[in-house]
């Protein structure tokens, strides 16, 4: 019980961190711009194509600039917050306020893990409803055409699959647990948007464009590709979770 209740704690108090800073709003206003900018050409598009209906969907990931738009924009940005809970203690000071409020450092740790993943939740319901919402918009503004005049968007479309969510809490969970052992935000984001990438181009039914030369690479190792993929997102969480508690307990505060 002592343990959980240091995990919410500390799950609490990153979230209020989190929470009252100006940087956050600025970051999720930024993702959800940058999620919402391809929609809306990408309705234009479609409707000079004669049948916007057949792609509707396609449209609200983000048309021919990326496929996977949203999850990617909310990927990055998770990675980067959650990185930030982690850098900030250490270059801004506050790590002598944080662990003498909540002196365990693995609860501190799980508690920050805590946080990611639900910012990850937020942050890819609020890029895929900006794809939703610009992609409506779209079509309203092409409404003239004939071919827009019975467009139907239905509202699933607005709400983030469970794969999306499933890989933007991932990101956000890589990007806490790099950030103590590589100690810079720019790379622990980086690194974090880059892993879950591999992680999602080689889930099954992935429409990424790297997933055959992911495979082959792991032919060329000898690997084989099924089971890998199976076992890579624990491999990577495992390895990662207990190089931060080693980088973190090890790490002194000035």
């Known amino acids: 019980m002592t343990a959980l209740r240091s995990v919410s704690n500390a799950a609490a108090y990153e979230a209020t961190r989190l929470r009252t ?9 930024l993702a959800v711009f940058g ?17 916007p209906q057949q792609h509707v969907a396609w449209v609200v990931a983000g048309g021919t ?3 996977i ?20 203690d250490f270059r801004h ?20 893990l805590a946080v990611a993943l639900l910012l990850g939740l937020v942050l890819a319901s609020a890029t895929r409803l900006a794809a939703y919402l610009t992609a409506l918009g779209g079509f309203a503004l092409a409404r003239g055409s004939s071919a827009a005049e019975h467009v139907s968007i239905g ?50 039914g992935s429409r990424s464009p790297y997933t055959q030369d992911a495979v082959y690479a792991m032919v060329r190792l ?3 590709a099924e089971e890998t993929a199976l076992a890579l997102p624990c491999v990577l969480l495992t390895v990662f979770l207990l190089a931060a508690l080693a980088a973190v307990r090890r790490r002194r505060i000035d």
Do not use: H, N
């Open 35 to 51: 999620s919402a900018l391809a929609t809306l050409p990408a309705a234009r598009e479609v409707v000079d194509s004669g049948y």
């Open 155 to 204: 509202f699933m479309l607005a709400l983030p699959t469970p794969a999306e969510c499933l890989f933007v809490g991932f990101g956000g969970v890589l990007g806490v647990l790099l950030a103590p052992v590589v100690r810079l935000r720019v790379l622990a984001a980086a690194g974090a948007w880059l892993a879950a990438a591999l992680v999602a181009a080689l889930a099954p």
């Open 69 to 88: 738009l949203p999850g990617a924009v909310a990927v990055l940005g998770t990675a980067w917050l959650s990185a930030g809970m982690v850098t900030e």
């Open 222 to 224: 000898g690997l084989p």
């Open 93 to 112: 000071g506050i790590a002598l306020t944080t662990y003498t409020r909540l002196p365990r450092r693995g609860a501190q740790l799980l508690g920050k």
């Open 21 to 29: 800073r100006r940087s956050t709003l600025g970051l999720m206003c």
């Open 65 to 67: 600039a990326a496929m």
